[in-house]
């Protein structure tokens, strides 16, 4: 049973949020205002936090700051205005945190939530992932299409796999960019793109799906 903490100050985001976890079986706790977000934060009883940037008392940004100094083994998806995507990556560097910006679907930030979740915990390492004529043996970290082996760099692996994890959602230059090289890059920077090339290359050209506008996406 995973403990959620939603930090978020718009009554009707909250309850969204908070109902739609309830409802996959997580336990969520809506707190309205940033200090007390913060000192739940660092209670350590929870495994997840989902956090606005915009809020009373103390803004998402403090909070992050805290929490990765002093708790940096909570996973954060931090909720954010589509106007302040930038300044969000950037405060964003280095830490482990993750972002959606505002408005987002349920599906989305679910997917990210279990993402994270399984990362923290991942205990069946003999997992495969299988997406249409390709399929990635997570403990070998082989991949494969149809009965043949692909050779792929690591961090291509990396990113068929977070792909083929949230199959059949989009996923953004930037949410690839964090989660598959972890901030370490630009976000102005091509080299989602230029990877997205090179699976195409070697798993068939329609392994991924460009969005236009919106990012990528397997099916
Ligand atoms: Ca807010």
Redesign the pocket.
């Known amino acids: 049973m995973n403990r959620i903490l939603i930090v978020?100050?718009?009554p009707r985001?909250a309850a969204f949020v908070a109902k739609g976890l309830r409802a996959e079986g997580f336990v969520p706790t809506v707190v309205a205002d940033g200090i007390t977000g913060l000192d739940y934060a660092l209670t350590g009883e929870f495994d997840l936090m989902v956090l606005?940037?915009?809020?009373p008392g103390m803004n998402g940004f403090g909070i992050l700051e805290r929490v990765t100094i002093e708790r940096p083994s909570l996973p954060i998806i931090v909720?954010t205005a589509r106007d302040s995507v930038t300044d969000t990556v950037t405060a964003l560097e280095g830490g482990a945190a993750d972002y959606m910006s505002k408005p987002f679907r349920f599906g989305e930030l679910l997917a990210r939530v279990r993402l994270r979740l399984r990362a923290q915990t991942d205990t069946s390492p003999d997992d495969e992932l299988r997406v249409g004529v390709v399929t990635l043996d997570l403990r070998k970290r082989r991949a494969y299409t149809g009965d043949r082996e692909i050779e792929l760099s690591a961090r291509e692996f990396a990113l068929a796999e977070v792909l083929m994890r949230n199959r059949d959602l989009v996923l953004s230059r930037e949410q690839l960019l964090s989660q598959v090289w972890g901030y370490d890059f630009d976000p102005g920077s091509n080299i989602v793109d230029v990877y997205v090339g090179y699976l195409r290359k070697k798993l068939g050209a329609e392994f991924v799906v460009t969005i236009r506008g919106a990012g990528y996406r397997v099916e």
């Open positions: 978020e100050d718009e985001i606005d940037i915009g809020l909720l």
